[in-house]
Structures are given as structure tokens and as C-alpha cells.
């Protein structure tokens, strides 16, 4: 076995390198993160999937605006409004399809799900049970990627296929994480092995709060709610980063395990679908830190700390504040809120709702005292989603890949948009520091 204290040796002069001035990205105008100037994304594609609108333009200026998010063409809180029972296959029909289903193509849908929730022959036996991990979506990437063994036509391209490959996914990603969680909960926390089979008869919400307790019971509110957070999690954009990864892994013309599985691993990183968990032990830090989490003036001074780098992670993030796009607000953050304060009242927690939402307005004041009062920065749907999640008692080990259930349907959707529509691979360039630099 190699010593780990030669690794830690050679990685300073691995980080010399690798390390490039940040000054010659302005100087050449680069686009980090594909980030304009002002902060905007820079346009690559077309998509009919979803919209994003944090801000508008006024005089070339950039304009801050309350957010709105589209899944096809419909606003997040008409579908909402619209959608009765459970909305969660509404929505993943919506996203793949183009339009809310009727009654009949709803049922065959939803038929057609629960054909495939079960695993293939001796999988979770060969593949989740032999082979666990201690993070659930590094266990629901590999099981992806070992779903292409038992598929019959793993890279038959033709859309029939896709749409088979994609909806299988949809139905699986549930007992997935389920049979993860499990499994991880029992060989790394020491707990009992509980394996529960999916039901034909229960839609998504209901199959996962099935599956992963102990005794399969749920309330009728719990499972509502969990719907919701599929529902809002399921489509933001083709620019966020896991969405971004299909698109360019699917442009290489690789089979729909390797594109989903890449944007699983996207959605794992803590910058992205990773930051609900991050949320959590941040306020974990908080509550144990503050002699009084009342005491706004003292959470100030810790957020403050947080954000200089000088406790908790030392990453300078407050977790579940900012977004890329939204900047007054972030419309699936406004939703959440909401549900979050009716569940906090109902289970007696109302006190740690207020200490989220004095987060969200303490940071606010902050970056308001430091940028200029003009300066806007919003929660983030990572802020609340985390609480309704530990209101509902799921443990925070299925926060992403719960996430990345709720997002599945989407990455289809731009995979099949992709393929359809963009035949050329994605390919953009950069500068060799070496010979074409601007000095």
C-alpha cells in the first residue's frame, strides 16, 4: 500500500501546475461557469422543456424581478393550482410529452410506471446489496450505469427506445434510493435490513415514504406534501448544470444510461443538488453554536462569520441563499416557504421555521449592508426544501436523491430534445496558456 503522506507531498506541487492566474480570465475574456459579465448564462441551445426568469433587461441594464419558472409552457404555480391529485406523473407526462395528460393517457401512464418500479432479476440481490455504498447517490449513478446490462437494446437510438429507457427510469429511481438507503442504513449504520417491493397501486410520493420506513404507514398530508416537492423540483432550465450535462453527454450520441448517470453525478456536488444537505448541517452548526437562536443579533454575527470563512465549513457559502438566475426571488423557494410554516405549526416546530426565515432575512440585510443597498440576493429552493424534508422525518441521506427523482423526467426530456434537435456535438474550445494568452 502506497503511504497517503507521499500523496499529500506531491499535491502542492499538483496545485502549481495546475493553478492559472484568475487575472488573464478578464484579460481574455473568458466566460467562467459560461457566465457573462453581468452574470447571465450564456446562450447555447434552444429548449421547449422549461424557462427560468430572474431579471430583465432595461437599457442594458440587468433588472432584478420577483422569479418565475415554466415547465413547457405553464407557470409552476398554475400548474399547481391546476393539477388535482397526484400531480407528481402529471408533471414528468408534462415535461416528456409536452402537454398535461388526460384522464385515459394518465392511466396508462401511470399503468405503465408501475410495471416498471419493480428491479430487474437479482439486482438489488448483485448490485445494491453486495455492493452498498455510504452515499445514496453515488449507489443511484452506479446502479444506472449497471441498469444498461439488463436492458435489451441499451443503445438502440431511436426515439420509441428512448422513451421506453426514460420512463423505466422514472419508475426505478424510487426503489432505488429506497433499496440504497436501506441498504446503507444497515451496513454502515448498523440498523436492521428492511426491503420493501414497490406498489402497484401507490403513486411516486406514497412508494418512497413506503418503502423506506420500517412499519410502510404515512399520512395522507405527508405523501401530498412530498408530491409537491417532486412536483417543484422536477424541471428548472436546460442551463442548470445536471440539465447542461445531459445535454452535452447525450450530443456524443452515448446511450441514455451513461447521460443519466452523468447528470446524477452533476446533481450530486453540493453547488448544485448537493446544497439541501448542506443547508441542514449548516443550521445543525447554527443551532448548536447560538446560545439562543431567538437572538438575532447574535445569528447575524454567525452568518457573518460563515460568510468571512471563519467557522463551519470555511467555504464562505450560507447555504440555501443566491441563485444564478433569480435574484428578488426564487418562485419554488416562495412555495416551500409557505408549506414549510403550515407543517412547523402542525408538528410544534414553528420556532426553527423562524430561525430559517430570520436566516433568510439576516443574509439579505448582510449583503445589503456590503454590495449596496440596489444589491439583491434571495433563499433559494435549497433553504426550505431540507426542513419539509426533516419535518416529514426523511433522513437527510435521501435529500438529493429525492432530488434527482424529481429531476429524472426532466434530464429524459432535454436528452430526447437534444438528440432530436441538435445534432452536432458540444464541443466548445480553450486557450492554451502556453501559446494563446493575452499577456
Same mark, same amino acid.
Given at each position: 500500500m502506497v503511504n497517503n503522506e507521499w500523496f499529500k507531498k506531491v499535491s502542492s506541487q499538483a496545485v502549481k501546475t495546475n493553478l492559472i492566474d484568475s487575472s488573464l480570465y478578464k484579460k481574455n475574456e473568458i466566460?467562467?461557469?459560461?457566465?457573462?459579465?453581468?452574470?447571465?448564462?450564456?446562450?447555447?441551445?434552444?429548449?421547449?422543456?422549461?424557462?427560468?426568469?430572474?431579471?430583465?433587461?432595461?437599457?442594458?441594464?440587468?433588472v432584478p424581478m420577483p422569479g418565475q419558472l415554466y415547465y413547457r409552457d405553464l407557470e409552476i404555480n398554475? $400548474?399547481?393550482?391546476?393539477?388535482?391529485?397526484?400531480?407528481?406523473?402529471?408533471?414528468?407526462?408534462?415535461?416528456?410529452?409536452?402537454?398535461?395528460?388526460?384522464?385515459?393517457?394518465?392511466?396508462?401512464?401511470?399503468?405503465?410506471?408501475?410495471?416498471?418500479?419493480?428491479?430487474?432479476?437479482?439486482?438489488?440481490?448483485?448490485?445494491?446489496?453486495?455492493?452498498?455504498?455510504?452515499?445514496?447517490?453515488?449507489?443511484?449513478?452506479?446502479?444506472?450505469?449497471?441498469?444498461?446490462?439488463?436492458?435489451?437494446?441499451?443503445?438502440?437510438?431511436? $426515439?420509441?427506445?428512448?422513451?421506453?429507457?426514460? $420512463?423505466?427510469?422514472?419508475?426505478?429511481?424510487?426503489t432505488i434510493i429506497s433499496y440504497g438507503y436501506q441498504a446503507k442504513a444497515h451496513y454502515f449504520d448498523h440498523q436492521?435490513?428492511?426491503?420493501?417491493?414497490?406498489?402497484?397501486?401507490?403513486?411516486?410520493a406514497e412508494n418512497i415514504l413506503y418503502m423506506i420506513r420500517d412499519d410502510n404507514q404515512y399520512t395522507k398530508l405527508e405523501a401530498e406534501i412530498l408530491d409537491l416537492l417532486l412536483l417543484v423540483h422536477a424541471e428548472h432550465g436546460g442551463g442548470n448544470n445536471?440539465?447542461?450535462?445531459?445535454?452535452?453527454?447525450s450530443s456524443s450520441g452515448t446511450d441514455t444510461y451513461s447521460?443519466?448517470?452523468?447528470?446524477?453525478?452533476?446533481?450530486?456536488?453540493?453547488?448544485?443538488?448537493?446544497?439541501?444537505?448542506?443547508?441542514?448541517?449548516?443550521?445543525?452548526?447554527?443551532?448548536?453554536?447560538?446560545?439562543?437562536i431567538d437572538d438575532k443579533d447574535e445569528l447575524k454575527t454567525c452568518l457573518e462569520n460563515i460568510l468571512d470563512r471563519k467557522c463551519f465549513d470555511q467555504t464562505g457559502l450560507i447555504y440555501g441563499m443566491g441563485h444564478a438566475v433569480y435574484t428578488m426571488s426564487d418562485p419554488r423557494a416562495v412555495i416551500l416557504k409557505e408549506k414549510a410554516k403550515v407543517l412547523s405549526i402542525e408538528k410544534g416546530q414553528l420556532e426553527k421555521y423562524q430561525m430559517y426565515e430570520n436566516i433568510e432575512k439576516l443574509t439579505r440585510e448582510i449583503f445589503k449592508e456590503r454590495k449596496g443597498e440596489v444589491f439583491e440576493i434571495c433563499a433559494n429552493v435549497d433553504l426550505y426544501s431540507g426542513f419539509i424534508y426533516e419535518l416529514l422525518n426523511i433522513p437527510n441521506d435521501l435529500y438529493t436523491s429525492i432530488f434527482a427523482t424529481?429531476?429524472?423526467?426532466?434530464?429524459?426530456?432535454?436528452? $430526447?430534445?437534444?438528440?432530436?434537435?441538435?445534432?452536432?456535438?458540444?464541443?466548445?474550445?480553450?486557450?492554451?496558456?502556453?501559446?494563446?494568452?493575452?499577456?
Open positions: 466566460k467562467c461557469g459560461l457566465r457573462n459579465t453581468d452574470g447571465t448564462g450564456v446562450i447555447v441551445g434552444f429548449t421547449k422543456i422549461g424557462a427560468v426568469h430572474g431579471y430583465k433587461f432595461k437599457n442594458n441594464e440587468k398554475d $400548474i399547481i393550482k391546476t393539477l388535482k391529485g397526484n400531480k407528481f406523473e402529471q408533471t414528468m407526462y408534462l415535461l416528456i410529452f409536452g402537454n398535461l395528460p388526460r384522464e385515459e393517457e394518465l392511466y396508462e401512464f401511470k399503468r405503465i410506471l408501475a410495471k416498471y418500479r419493480q428491479l430487474p432479476k437479482g439486482f438489488t440481490e448483485n448490485m445494491i446489496l453486495k455492493n452498498p455504498s455510504g452515499n445514496v447517490m453515488n449507489k443511484l449513478q452506479r446502479s444506472i450505469l449497471a441498469l444498461y446490462s439488463n436492458d435489451r437494446d441499451p443503445e438502440l437510438m431511436t $426515439i420509441d427506445n428512448i422513451l421506453r429507457q426514460s $420512463i423505466q427510469l422514472i419508475a426505478r429511481f424510487p436492521s435490513l428492511r426491503l420493501h417491493q414497490p406498489q402497484d397501486h401507490l403513486d411516486t445536471s440539465a447542461f450535462a445531459t445535454h452535452v453527454v447521460a443519466i448517470s452523468a447528470a446524477v453525478g452533476s446533481l450530486k456536488g453540493p453547488k448544485h443538488g448537493g446544497a439541501n444537505k448542506c443547508v441542514q448541517e449548516m443550521v445543525d452548526y447554527i443551532e448548536k453554536t447560538l446560545d439562543d424529481a429531476r429524472v423526467g426532466s434530464w429524459c426530456a432535454h436528452r $430526447i430534445e437534444q438528440i432530436i434537435s441538435d445534432k452536432k456535438i458540444i464541443r466548445p474550445a480553450y486557450l492554451s496558456i502556453k501559446n494563446e494568452i493575452k499577456e
